[in-house]
C-alpha cells in the first residue's frame, strides 16, 4: 500500500513551501542531525549550508555539518574554516545573529570589515554572491546558526528564501541542541574520569610511601 504522509497538508509556516513535502520534513526531525538538515536546506534552495552550534559560554562555535550537491563547494568551506579562529566575537555578523535571534539576509555581497578574515577569503576566493544566516533557537536561547551561501551565477536570496530557512530551521533546532548537551555532558564525564584516576593514581603513590 502507497503511504499516505506525503499527502497530509503541511500547516502553520509550512504551509506556503508547496516544495517540501510533509515526508522530508518528518525525515528531518526524526533523524535529528546537522547533516539531515542541512541536506534539506541546500537542496530546497541550492545552496551551501553550513550548520554550526556554540558553546554554552556562547565563546565559541563548532562546525557540525557542511552539505552541497558538489564535493567541491563542501571542500572550498571545510579549507576556509580549518585554521580560522572560532570565537564567535571575532565573527561579528554572527555574533549579531546569535544575539538578536533574527536572521540576516544579505542580498548581494560586499566586501565588508564585519566580515571574518577567513570568510572575506572565502568570498573572494569562490565568488559567493549572496548570504543567508539563520538562528537556531532552542528553549529561547540562541544554540547556533545556519549559513546559506548561493555562488555569483544563482539568484540571491529573498525573503522568501529566509522563511523557508527560519521554518526549517527552528524545527531543526531542539534536536541539534540535544545534541549540544550531550556533548557537553560526555566532555564533563571524560573529564570527571580523569581527574578521578588522576587522585586515585596519586592515592596509590603515597600508599607505596607508607
Known amino acids: 500500500m502507497a503511504s499516505t504522509a506525503a499527502q497530509r497538508p503541511l500547516s502553520g509556516p509550512f504551509a506556503s513551501f508547496p516544495e517540501l513535502s510533509i515526508?522530508?520534513?518528518e525525515a528531518v526531525v526524526r533523524?535529528?542531525?546537522?547533516?539531515?538538515a542541512g541536506r534539506l536546506l541546500s537542496?530546497?534552495?541550492?545552496?551551501?549550508c553550513v550548520v554550526a552550534l556554540v558553546s554554552e559560554d556562547m565563546e565559541r562555535f563548532e562546525l557540525l555539518s557542511v552539505q552541497h550537491a558538489h564535493s567541491r563547494a563542501v571542500q572550498n568551506v571545510r579549507q576556509a574554516l580549518a585554521e580560522a579562529d572560532r570565537q564567535v566575537a571575532r565573527w561579528p555578523l554572527l555574533a549579531r545573529v546569535l544575539a538578536d535571534r533574527r536572521l540576516l539576509l544579505i542580498p548581494e555581497v560586499?566586501?565588508?570589515?564585519?566580515?571574518?578574515?577567513?570568510f572575506r577569503q572565502y568570498l573572494q576566493a569562490t565568488g559567493a554572491r549572496s548570504v543567508l544566516v539563520v538562528p537556531l533557537v532552542a528553549r529561547e536561547t540562541a544554540v547556533g546558526v545556519v549559513v546559506l551561501i548561493r555562488g555569483t551565477k544563482q539568484a540571491s536570496f529573498d525573503e522568501r528564501d529566509g522563511a523557508l530557512a527560519a521554518a526549517i530551521a527552528e524545527e531543526s533546532a531542539l534536536n541539534l541542541d540535544?545534541?549540544?548537551?550531550?556533548?557537553?555532558?560526555r566532555r564533563r564525564d571524560e573529564l570527571q574520569s580523569a581527574v578521578l584516576g588522576t587522585h586515585a593514581a596519586s592515592a596509590r603513590g603515597l600508599g607505596s610511601w607508607t
Open 178 to 185: 540535544n545534541i549540544r548537551l550531550f556533548e557537553t555532558l
Open 43 to 48: 537542496e530546497l534552495l541550492d545552496a551551501v
Open 31 to 36: 533523524d535529528g542531525s546537522a547533516d539531515a
Open 110 to 118: 560586499k566586501d565588508s570589515e564585519e566580515f571574518n578574515p577567513a
Open 23 to 25: 515526508d522530508q520534513l
